[in-house]
């Protein structure tokens, strides 16, 4: 008996459009498998609390790594807030590949970063995305395997709040992912972020460390540091959780006229308490986390904790 359907088979159709829609996902992962493959260390930046500047954390990350002579890409998933583009002051839209089965050329920043966000694709970057988790997944998903990364020491992904479609499909995407957690000191974010921890203990997610932003507020006339929100609780989280703890940054004002200009400051040489902080938070993730451009190709994501999960 004949393995195939025959033409006067009435599922013959349908038949059909399952075989190629297994060869398109088939297709889709040996393309993400081999943009991975190029990417030696890949960071996502996440929150269980909004509003505590994960994203100012992920896109100055991003700069001080490339200011450093690493090659850098920087994702923002956050797909209904994408602030990323905004953030970097980038202009320009997509543009289609030179070739049918080409690679879709990211936004240059610099000579050492690339960028990636949704909302650069489109022609009105004001219009709300207005999507279910599977749209969101594939979005995702075309962001790793369908745009030309190239060989990088880091890719920095830039995740909303929460536990949600998004930091999800990036756990079940990307073999070795890693976390970097982002809390402010005041409670309501710490018993937020404790959800992100415990998130990333469920997918078997490495955290790299714990951020404490928002750690006092440096007064514009005497420098001097002033505790607005308190400090000290993302220090004591990441002790209760037994993790590496990357430093605390201080609320500087010179940080929101920067970012609402394009400017992101502090990865900056700026002689301030919040850039130095900074810095000192990108040196322990360089020291966890050395660069260096991988050699071969990683496994494809599947067959972890984290797919019984979606």
């Not at 890949?42 to 505590?52: D, E, R």
């Not at 583009?85 to 000579?111: C, E, F, S, W």
């Not at 402010?184 to 997610?205: E, G």
């Not at 940080?255 to 900056?268: E, F, H, K, N, Q």
Request: charged fraction near 20%; proline fraction near 7%.
């Amino acid at each position: 008996m004949s393995g195939s359907c025959s033409s006067s088979c009435p599922s013959s159709s349908t038949c059909s459009s399952k075989e190629e829609q297994q060869a398109q996902a088939a297709q889709q992962e040996n393309a993400i498998s081999r943009s991975l493959g190029k990417i030696k260390h890949k960071i996502l930046v996440m929150s269980g609390k909004g509003g505590v500047g994960k994203s100012t954390v992920s896109v100055n990350l991003a700069l001080a790594l490339a200011k450093n002579g690493h090659k850098v890409g920087l994702m923002d998933v956050d797909i209904h807030g994408p602030d990323v583009v905004r953030m970097l002051n980038l202009k320009g839209a997509l543009q289609p590949p030179a070739t049918p089965d080409g690679l879709i050329a990211p936004l240059q920043y610099n000579d050492n970063l690339k960028v990636v966000s949704l909302e650069y694709m489109m022609k009105d970057r004001d219009e709300a995305i207005i999507w279910r988790g599977p749209l969101k997944r594939e979005a995702i998903r075309q962001f790793i395997g369908d745009m030309d990364w190239g060989k990088l020491d880091y890719l920095i992904i830039d995740a909303p709040p929460g536990t949600g479609d998004e930091p999800l499909t990036v756990a079940q995407t990307i073999p070795l992912v890693k976390a970097v957690v982002v809390t402010t000191p005041q409670q309501v974010a710490l018993a937020d972020v404790r959800k992100s921890i415990n998130f990333c203990k469920a997918v078997k997610m490495e955290i790299v460390g714990v951020v404490e932003n928002m750690s006092g507020l440096i007064c514009p006339h005497c420098q001097e540091v002033v505790e607005v929100f308190k400090s000290g609780g993302g220090e004591q989280m990441a002790r209760d959780f037994d993790l590496p703890f990357l430093g605390r940054i201080p609320m500087d004002p010179q940080v929101v006229m920067a970012g609402d200009d394009g400017r992101p400051y502090l990865s900056t040489a700026a002689d301030s308490p919040a850039a130095q902080a900074f810095a000192s938070v990108v040196k322990a993730i360089e020291l966890r986390l050395p660069p260096g451009i991988p050699s071969g190709p990683l496994p494809m994501a599947g067959g972890c904790a984290s797919c019984s999960l979606g």
